[in-house]
C-alpha cells in the first residue's frame, strides 16, 4: 500500500507543471492545495494502478483512500475516487460511513465535491437506495460542501430516471440555500432529472420560481425547450 502511494505522488511530481500550477486556482473561490498536474494525467496515473486496486482487500484500499485524501492536495483525491468507484461491485451498506466521513473531513473545493458524489456515493445509492434519507440529513448540515454533495450525489441516478420524490425532497430543503455553490449543486441535480421527467421538474420550477434563487432555476431549465425557458424565467 505504500508503495502505491509513493509511485502516486512521485508520478504527480514528476508530470506537474507551472502553467496547470498557475490557472488551476482561478476555478475555485477557496485556496486549494494542487500539485499542478492536467486532469487528464491525474487520471492515468491512477488508471495505472488498477491492476493492484482491483485484487486489494477492500478495508486497506480505504485506509490506502484516506491516507490521499488526508493529504489535502485535490489530484490525491481524484485518485482516491477512481479507486473507491473501481471497486463499486463490492459495496456494501457499511460502506456509506466511509464515504461520508471524506464528506465531512475531506472535502473542501467543489471539485472534490462532484468527483466523489458524482461517482462513489452516486453508485452506492443507487445499489442501496434506503441511504437516500442519508442523503436528505446531508442538505440540512452547516456544511457548505456537505450540502451540495447531497445534491450531486443524485445526478448520474436522476439522469437514468431514478429517485424523483427524493430529489424533489431534497431540492426542497436546499431551496432558499443562499451558498451559490450549494444552488448551483441542487440546480445541476434537477437539470440532470429534467432528462427523463421534463414535465415534473418544470412544474416544480414554476411552483418554487418566486423564492427559487435565480442561479438554481437557471441551471434547472438549461436542458428544457425554450418556450420553456421563457415561461419559467417570466416575473
Not at 30 to 46: D, H
Not at 88 to 96: I, L, M, S, V
Request: glycine share 4%.
Amino acid at each position: 500500500m505504500e508503495s502505491i502511494i509513493k509511485q502516486i505522488r512521485k508520478e504527480l511530481k514528476q508530470n506537474s507543471d507551472a502553467h496547470t500550477m498557475v490557472t488551476g486556482p482561478d476555478f475555485f473561490k477557496e485556496k486549494i492545495k494542487i500539485y499542478g498536474v492536467k486532469t487528464a494525467l491525474v487520471s492515468r496515473i491512477g488508471r495505472a494502478h488498477n491492476k493492484e486496486i482491483l485484487v486489494m482487500d477492500k478495508k486497506k484500499l480505504f485506509v490506502l483512500c484516506d491516507e490521499l485524501w488526508r493529504s489535502g492536495f485535490m489530484e490525491e483525491s481524484f485518485i482516491a475516487c477512481h479507486f473507491a468507484y473501481l471497486i463499486r461491485k463490492n459495496y456494501e451498506p457499511a460502506d456509506f460511513k466511509v464515504f461520508e466521513k471524506w464528506v465531512n473531513d475531506y472535502v473542501s473545493n467543489w471539485a472534490s465535491c462532484d468527483t466523489l458524489c458524482n461517482h462513489t456515493v452516486g453508485a452506492f445509492v443507487e445499489m442501496y437506495p434506503q441511504h437516500l434519507n442519508e442523503l436528505k440529513k446531508w442538505a440540512k448540515s452547516e456544511n457548505r460542501w456537505v450540502k451540495r454533495a447531497s445534491a450531486v450525489s443524485l445526478i448520474i441516478p436522476a439522469r437514468h430516471g431514478k429517485f424523483l420524490k427524493d430529489i424533489f425532497e431534497i431540492a426542497s430543503i436546499l431551496l432558499l440555500d443562499k451558498d451559490d455553490l450549494v444552488q448551483k449543486g441542487y440546480g445541476w441535480m434537477l437539470k440532470a432529472a429534467s432528462e427523463a421527467h421534463q414535465n415534473e421538474v418544470f412544474d416544480f420550477v414554476i411552483n418554487n420560481k418566486a423564492t427559487m434563487p435565480r442561479t438554481s432555476l437557471r441551471y434547472a431549465i438549461e436542458k428544457m425547450p425554450e418556450n420553456l425557458k421563457i415561461k419559467a424565467m417570466k416575473k
